[in-house]
């Protein structure tokens, strides 16, 4: 199937969660990418991607403001919620609260140049009864197999799914560690979600969990649940924005392309 020809799925919200109080990058949603606040460009990647309707859900009134003046959606936030996906599930309850879209896209708000045909890709592994929530991987590069801040996905692909665009498999578990051990290929974890609305309402109602403290990785407390976390294979993997340095390579890259 050509990218082309995926099928839009008309019960599909994408909600992108910011925040300004970022440790590593203070102020990161609105640091300026090729003259524009980068969370300014993770919506416009959102709302090309077509899948339905795209909602920021910050916690500050510079961020609302430059969505609103781009002619987008987004909606402030308590600032103390303790993760990303708590910050969607609020936004979701509050715009939807008769639970019109039942299959929620969680993009994070760091992916400027993140390709609208990833989020396409998710909305279409949801569509798959059997998957609690889906996300991305690709081969790590050499370089990043021991990197901590590159997390890597334990992946079984021995099962076949019908009339699937990308090669998926499901994930056993999430690590910063190179695993798993003896490997030839180690899968680069791409940090978006495609959830299953009670999927997403269990799980931020549930405590972390204690692999999820250790690792500091949320997706631990899903598989932990018992969920089943499916995996899509593309070629290419999409780091978030996380340091300065981080920031002055996408700004490159950006405005090279831009020109």
Known sequence: MKKSDIQQNNNVI??????????????????????????VHVWKQAVAANLGPVLV???NLSILN??????????????????????????LCEFDPNETYRRVINLQ???????????SLLSNM???????LCTLVA????????????VKAVISWDR?????????GRAHYFSRAPIPFGSD????????????RAALKKFVESNPSKLEQIENLEQLRALELGMVIATGKVDLPIAGIDTKQDLIDIQKKMSSKNK
Not at 18 to 27: E, G, I
Not at 76 to 87: A, E
């Open 185 to 196: 290929v180690f899968w680069h974890h791409i940090g978006l979600y495609g959830w299953r």
């Open 14 to 39: 994408t909600i992108i969660p910011a925040r300004m109080n970022s440790v590593r990058l203070p102020n990161k949603p609105m640091k300026i990418i090729a003259g524009k606040p980068m969370i």
């Open 57 to 59: 859900a910050c916690d």
């Open 109 to 119: 708000g760091d992916l400027p140049d993140i390709p609208p045909y990833y989020l």
């Open 126 to 132: 949801l569509q798959k009864e059997e998957f609690d």
């Open 66 to 91: 430059a969505i609103e003046k781009e002619g987008g959606t987004a909606m402030l936030t308590k600032s103390n919620l303790p993760s990303g996906s708590d910050r969607v599930y609020a936004a």
């Open 139 to 150: 081969p790590c590069k050499k370089h990043e197999i021991k990197a901590p801040q590159v």
């Open 160 to 168: 076949e799914y019908s009339n699937s665009d990308v090669p998926i």
